[in-house]
C-alpha cells in the first residue's frame, strides 16, 4: 500500500511556562523541592528541554543536570544526572523516582552540600504544552517525507516526544506507517534515539529514512 485513506495530520505545539514559585540555592533544596514540585515541573527541566533547544542540544541534556555542573559547579551530579534518558521510564513519576535517587546518593557521600556561590538558583518551571493544528496532510510516504521537511520541528517534538506522554509506545509517523504496511520504514523510524541530539537532527533522520524507503 503506497497511500493511505487516512492522512497523517501534522500537529505543531507551542509550551506555556509558568514560574512555580519554587527555586533551590543548593543541592538538598534541589531535592527537596524535587520530591513535592508537581510533575509538570518534573516534564519541562527533563522532557521540554527538547523543544527549547531545537537546534543544539548542550552537553547535560536536562536543567538539573545543566545547573548542577554549571551554576553549582559539581560536575559529577551534573554528569549523573545528564546520562539520564527520561524515555528509558514509563511515567514521570518513575523518573523522578531516579532523579531524586541519584541525588540523594550524592549528597550522602559528601561532607558538605553544595550550593551556590556566584551562580543563579534554579528555579522550577511548570509545563503546559498546547497542541496548533497546521492543517497540513499526507497521504503516503513521498508526501510525509516532503512535508516533513518544511514543517516546523515543533511538529517533530509533538509526534515523536509527546506521543508517548499520550500513552504511544511509538511515534506517531511509526505507527501512521504501519497502516501503510511500511513495516520496515516504520520499524527504522521506532528505533531511533531521541535523547542526545537536537529535534532538527531527529527531522533530518527521519526524513532520510522515509526517502530512503521511498526510492
Known sequence: MNSSEHPFRFVDCVE??????????????LLDQIEECPLESIYFHAYSYFLRHKYLIGPYPNDFATWAAIEVRDRVLGERLGILDPYDFDDLESFRGEIIKIIDDHLSKLREVPRVSFGEPFYFIRSNI????TGLEASSLADLAQMLSRVDVGVIYYHFFEARRRGRKQSDFAIWLETLNRHETAHRIAALHPYMQSLEGLRSQIVEICREANV
Open 16 to 29: 506555556l511556562a509558568e514560574v512555580s514559585g519554587r527555586k533551590a540555592w543548593d543541592e538538598q533544596e
Open 130 to 133: 498546547i497542541e496548533v493544528p
